[in-house]
Each structure stands twice: as C-alpha cells, then as structure tokens.
C-alpha cells in the first residue's frame, strides 16, 4: 500500500487549500483513509477520515463546518479541502489508512501512512 500526498503550503489566516491523498494497492475499495496532523512539540491528531465503501466521514470538533473530507473513487483519492483557515491549524498533515478501523481518530489503527505535508497559516 503506498498513499501519496500534496497540497500543503502557506497560506494566510482566513484562506483555504486542499490536500490530496492518493491511495493504491488495497485489493478491495472496503478501507478508511484518514487525515492527522501534528503541530511541533505536539501530539499527532485525528482530524477527519472517510470510510471509502460507506462514504460515511467523521471530522474533529475543530475543524468541523471548516474542513471537508471527500472521495473521488475513480481516482483512488481523499482530498480533504480546509476553509477558514487558523494560524493554529498549522502543522505537518498526514494521510494514513487501514482496515476495519474501529477508532478513527487514533493513528495505531491505521498500518499505513503518506510522507507528510506542511501546512502553515501565518500573515
């Protein structure tokens, strides 16, 4: 499984960019792809994810009526577009991924993980 990521970048307070993640090599369309984010000196959290079968999504209550997390199957990619953006939502964005995750705002569930990408909310 490899997933890919791309999108991150410098943004000012109030701005917007969108994230991608894609995903390949599950057999089956039957995984969550979750998105986390970890601030320096801080612990990495959950902060949307999507189940791909479902397309059941679940965001953090602080980015939730911000932050949009959405599937373009054709493609094998999560993208998670982020409105309204707050100097305190800067961090590295991760994508992750697994089977039959039962938490999803936990990253031991997900075996699987994107290299990263730097989102920073400064003027």
């Known amino acids: 499984v490899q997933l890919v990521e791309s999108g991150g970048g410098l943004v000012q307070p109030g701005g917007s960019l969108r994230l991608s993640c894609t995903a390949s090599g599950f057999a089956y369309d039957d995984y969550t792809i979750g998105w986390f984010r970890q601030a320096p000196g801080k612990e990495r959290e959950g902060v949307s994810c999507i189940e791909k079968s479902h397309g059941n999504t679940y965001y953090a209550d602080s980015v939730k009526g911000r932050f949009t997390i959405t599937s373009d199957n054709t493609k094998n990619t999560v993208y998670l577009q982020m409105n309204s953006l707050k100097p305190e939502d800067t961090a590295v964005y991760y994508c992750?991924?697994?089977?039959?995750?039962?938490?999803?705002?936990?990253?031991?569930?997900?075996?699987?993980w994107g290299q990263g990408t730097q989102v920073t909310v400064s003027p």
């Open positions: 992750a991924a697994g089977e039959e995750i039962l938490r999803w705002g936990e990253a031991y569930e997900y075996p699987y």
